[in-house]
């Protein structure tokens, strides 16, 4: 019960304010908001930077998709593994289904990368695709106590993958590192949301 009582979330606001409650969760404090919001602001400028740095004819539509990709990536990193995010997506009634559906959204990542930046490579698509499915769903499918070691593993592995299955997408190297980052171990990952009454 005492467990349970941890992710009873703050109820959202009404009007739009809500709907960024629905994205971050209910209650973040001053605190949490400067640690997603700036980070991620910074790495939607600096993405697009680098990638200009290379010698490849970038259009805007691409520039523009690196920038919302590492915005959402770096922001979707830092804001799951905060207290407000875990009480929100962890709170009572959320279960497989609705991680899985959280993961599956993300199908649209792949696809962007492959479409837009690796000639509609199918293969990278097929391949992320099923490995982010089945993680996702071998890190839910497993006792509570053992998610955060397989989570991390498979994590582990995705790193792995990356460097030898799949040629480097230029101007994306960091792309599938934090993908999984953000999907398997801060999203999925069940942890104690502390609040800022608590001892160190």
């Not at 593993?153 to 993908?179: A, H, I, K, N, Q």
């Amino acid at each position: 019960m005492k467990s349970e009582m941890l992710y009873e979330p703050v109820i959202p606001r009404k009007g739009w304010k809500g709907q960024l409650d629905r994205f971050i969760g209910p209650g973040a404090t001053q605190a949490e908001l400067i640690l997603q919001s700036v980070p991620s602001v910074a790495a939607a400028i600096a993405a697009p930077l680098y990638a200009l740095t290379l010698p490849i004819d970038w259009t805007v539509w691409q520039l523009g998709a690196i920038a919302i990709l590492s915005f959402d990536l770096v922001g979707g990193i830092l804001t799951n593994a905060t207290a407000a995010a875990k009480r929100w997506y962890h709170r009572p009634g959320q279960g497989w289904q609705q991680h899985m559906t959280f993961v599956s959204v993300h199908l649209f990542h792949i696809g962007l990368v492959a479409l837009l930046f690796r000639g509609g490579d199918g293969l990278f698509f097929a391949g992320v695709s099923s490995y982010l499915l089945l993680a996702a769903g071998l890190i839910l499918a497993s006792p509570l106590y053992l998610q955060r070691p397989i989570a991390l593993g498979l994590y582990g592995l995705s790193l792995v993958c990356d460097l030898t299955l799949f040629t480097p997408t230029p101007g994306l190297e960091w792309f599938l590192p934090l993908f999984f980052l953000k999907l398997l171990v801060s999203h999925l990952l069940k942890e104690s949301p502390y609040r800022p009454s608590d001892s160190h």
